[in-house]
């Protein structure tokens, strides 16, 4: 397999990958939060505060694969290897 494909096949991987990143982040946001709660008993306040850094979190890691993407689509003309696949074309 030509490394191009590899590559493409690897950025795919880690798009794929994005929706589970972002759900174990708040979810382990909310299980720390909750446990805190409990510990100091202060009500919901560091359930919702610990939620947020999970979001932030889930966010931050979109940023930084969205920003992967990117530079390995300029570096490697992923987008164009895309496109030959599209039209039926084989690269190898």
């Known amino acids: 397999m030509p490394k ?3 590559d493409y096949l690897r ?6 990958s994005l ?3 972002m759900a174990v982040s708040i979810i382990i946001g909310y299980l720390i939060g909750d ?11 560091l359930t919702i505060l610990f ?4 979001i932030a ?3 931050r890691t979109l940023i930084r694969v ?3 993407v990117q530079k390995d689509m300029n570096e490697h003309k992923l987008d164009d290897v895309y ?4 039209n039926g074309e084989d690269n190898s």
Request: proline share 0%; no cysteine; glycine share 10%.
């Open 66 to 68: 969205s920003r992967s």
């Open 51 to 54: 939620i947020l850094f999970g």
């Open 11 to 16: 950025t795919l991987a880690s798009l794929s």
């Open 4 to 6: 191009y494909k590899k």
């Open 83 to 86: 496109r030959e696949d599209k």
């Open 19 to 21: 929706g589970i990143e």
């Open 35 to 45: 446990y805190l709660d409990e510990y100091f008993d202060t009500g919901t306040n």
């Open 57 to 59: 979190a889930g966010f």
